[in-house]
């Protein structure tokens, strides 16, 4: 089955991005200003960073609920190495490495075991957060060097360096995903395992990379939101899974695999970011604020099953149209 025609196109997505931009214009003259618009675009980019490994992972069918205490135990590596004077360059190259072997270790457990990604990446997320409270002892590393958190709060001419690097990921995680075998692979794991491995596409490695990839992003995400906090502490990203796969969800990525969609991620982060920027300007509650964005969810989810059994279902128009009935009555 080809599930591109599954997720909400991407016109759907602009409008409604538009239309939220639009009503919350007219609630708060300050929401399109230029800082806000940089504002939105900043907040967003660390949970796009992590939406983009995130995507690739849904599109194989599958899921990761250990972004969050990846993000978290790989800042805390990244903090170590920054204090103990190592620089900039191999502290950030041993976190994203070690954000790189978590996501392989889950990809590893997923295409061994064969058991549910769902259960092995539940159960890694325990584990990874653990060991982020045990070698912090749950306390906040704090003061890291400015060279580093201008990761976070640095600019490259008018651009956000949050901002550069998390769309520069989205363009190279479609150029994967479209123009490369590894994206072939990717999106034949996701539309029909069984399938794959019969016309032998390299299954495990397929997943083992997804899932690192996915770690990596995880990582890198957490570097960007470590710069801009200046602290690494063992309870950061949390809920960072869930935001992750609304906005995979909300732009277009079938949870039933076979395509990534990583430009209707870009749209789907951008509209969940909207919509808590906008929910702040006019004084919303965060608990109603997390009340909205589930909804917005929910109603992504359930438009992709829509999507998806008007796809594979075909009502027919009168029994003389039915197969099975004209054979009944010969």
Known sequence: MNHRRLGIPKLELLSFLISTAVFFRLTSPYFLEWENILNIFIQSSVLLTAAVGMTLVIGTAGIDLSIGANLALSGIVTAWFLKSGS?????VTVGLTAGLALGVVNGLLTARLHISPFIITLGTAGVYRA????LTEAQPIYGLPWAFRRLGVGSWGPLPLPVLISCLLVLLGYFLVRWTPFGVNLRAVGDNLEGAFRMGVPVKTTLIGVYGLCGLTSALSGMIALARLNTAEAIAGLGL???????VVIGGTSFFGGEA???GTFLG????????????????PSYYQQLIIGVV?????WADGLRRNREIHIPFRSEKENPRKRRKEE
């Open 241 to 247: 899974e869930l935001e992750a796969i609304a906005a």
């Open 261 to 263: 969609s990583l430009l």
């Open 87 to 91: 620089g900039v360059i191999i502290g």
């Open 131 to 134: 060991l982020a409270l045990i």
């Open 269 to 284: 982060a951008l509209i969940m970011g909207t919509l808590a920027n906008g929910l702040t300007i006019i004084n919303i």
């Open 297 to 301: 969810f929910i109603l992504a989810v």
